[in-house]
């Protein structure tokens, strides 16, 4: 399977974005786009539930880079939530697990 | 010359190795048809889910920068060889480009991290052998490594 599918969820005033699939050079315009519009929607800080994330490379780091940027000017910050052991080790070896809050 | 015409005369990966060859598009959208290809291949030769993904991951990174920098041309293709031994397996990744920016093999600065330049980090850290070429009149070549059972 190529494509990711995005949903949106209030969870008592967080809001979280759940991304399902694959992130890859084919669809991470369409991640941004969906992430950037939920940086616009919402005032708080953004969670992304990556529990059916199954498959990420640097083009899906690329757009979480340039979002948290744009979050951190606001004094906003991103969790990235229930990442795969495949994802979680794409941030560990290039230490962006360092910038990136990431949640069991 | 085409582009298969000249990826033949490079150098072949050695011949007691199983090749397949994937010639593909520079569209995003076949990328995953590599990674499909690596995983396979991957499996098959008795790697671990963990190094697998890896794998998968290097591959794409690669077809990622071929798409980005080395198809300069629209309709151009690129090249994907997978060299198939008994205790490894090589990946060679050839397009038209001119190659690569050695900064990008660095440690991302995470005091100001870039959007993009990650993808051959990436490539470097995941597999155990990693070679650049550069021919002016071949393109760019990214050939990796991948030792069973290290």
Known sequence: ???????????????????????????????????????????????????????????????????????????????????????????AITGLDKIFILEV | MSLAGSMEKQEKINSCE?????????????????RLAASGIAGRMGFDVETVEDIKLAVAEACTNAIKHGCCEENSEYRIEFGVGAKCLTISIADRGCGMD?????????????????????????????????????????TMKKYLGV
């Open chain 1, 1 to 91: 399977m190529s494509g990711a599918e995005y949903c949106y969820q209030n969870d008592g005033g967080r809001c979280v974005v759940k991304v399902k699939g694959e992130i890859d050079i084919y669809t991470a315009a369409e991640f941004k786009k969906q992430i950037n519009a939920a940086i616009e929607e919402v005032t708080g800080d953004l969670h992304i539930d990556c529990s059916e994330l199954q498959y990420m490379d640097s083009t899906g780091l690329g757009v979480l880079i340039g979002a948290l940027k744009r979050m951190k000017e606001q004094g906003r910050n991103i969790y990235l939530e229930n990442l795969r052991p495949n994802v979680r080790k794409l941030f």
């Open chain 2, 18 to 34: 199983d090749r397949v060859v994937l010639v593909l598009p520079n569209k995003p959208e076949y990328v995953s048809l590599a």
């Open chain 2, 102 to 142: 050695k900064k990008d093999l660095c440690q991302p600065d995470l005091q100001n991290p870039r959007e993009g330049g990650l993808g051959l980090f990436i490539i470097n850290t995941l597999m155990d052998g990693v070679e650049f070429k550069t021919a002016p009149n071949t393109g760019f070549t990214i």
